[in-house]
């Protein structure tokens, strides 16, 4: 069956611009969650949707970082006025509700200029 | 000190060899574990999920929990130069929603 889905695969933007960033989860998966990844460094979790409820956001980086989610399907990632330490790949992974076992796409790469 | 440490190599080893990766945690409340694999520019793609003390084998992979010592390892047999990729360890909890991730060690299986 499909997997987890994001576009663009890649982004080149300049600084001060806003980006978005689309996931589509799992058909099914009631659970989505954003990470970032920057060079050389490990996965940095973002936010996690159950449904489009997010309890918790504290894990975006700044009040720049924001992120929605359609009933169980679509989520975007937005980052306002990019800054250039936000270049990273951005992955976005689904589960079946609060399963540990998270499925990932294949990321966004975001390059700010 | 971070709470899922890995090193992050490169280790390069040639085809057929054994292979030994390893993480150490500090969190007493990671209770699961998984192992992911990913190549470059693609996503993490989860490889083992272990739970409990001791041993899982999957193929020829095998994970290995130690919690008495905090120490989670993956054991690949019959290395291939297909297994060349970053091999991260991960554990929810930690008082967040996601898992926490190890910063990876880059594998090279070399033919």
């Known amino acids: 069956g499909a997997g987890v889905s994001q576009s663009p695969s890649n982004k080149v933007t300049e600084k001060g611009k806003d980006v978005e960033l689309r996931c589509d989860p799992i058909?099914?998966?009631?659970?989505l969650y954003w990470y970032r990844q920057r060079l050389g460094q490990g996965l940095e979790f973002l936010i996690y949707?159950?449904?489009?409820?997010?309890?918790?956001k504290s894990g975006l980086p700044s009040d720049r970082f924001s992120a929605e989610r359609t009933g169980e399907s679509v989520s975007t990632l937005t980052i306002q006025r990019t800054q250039q330490e936000d270049s990273a790949v951005y992955l976005c992974?689904?589960?079946?509700?609060?399963?540990?076992?998270?499925?990932f796409g294949p990321g966004t790469r975001l390059t700010v200029l | 000190q971070k709470e899922v440490e890995q090193d992050p190599g490169p280790l390069s080893v040639p085809e057929g060899a054994i292979v030994s990766l390893n993480c150490t945690y500090s969190?007493?409340?990671?209770?699961?574990f998984m192992w992911y694999r990913q190549y470059s520019r693609k996503g993490p793609e989860l490889l083992m999920y272990?739970?409990?003390?001791g041993n899982k084998e999957d193929g020829r992979f095998t994970a290995q929990v130690d919690k008495s010592s905090k120490y989670i390892s993956l054991f690949i047999r019959d290395s291939q130069p297909s297994d060349s990729a970053t091999y991260l360890c991960?554990?929810?909890?930690?008082?967040?929603?996601?898992?926490?991730f190890g910063k990876g060690t880059h594998l090279i299986i070399q033919p």
């Open positions: 992974a689904s589960s079946r509700a609060r399963s540990n076992e998270q499925f």
């Open positions: 058909s099914g998966h009631t659970a």
């Open positions: 949707f159950q449904g489009n409820s997010a309890p918790d």
């Open positions: 969190n007493s409340a990671f209770q699961y």
């Open positions: 272990t739970y409990s003390s």
């Open positions: 991960a554990s929810p909890g930690g008082g967040a929603d996601g898992l926490t």
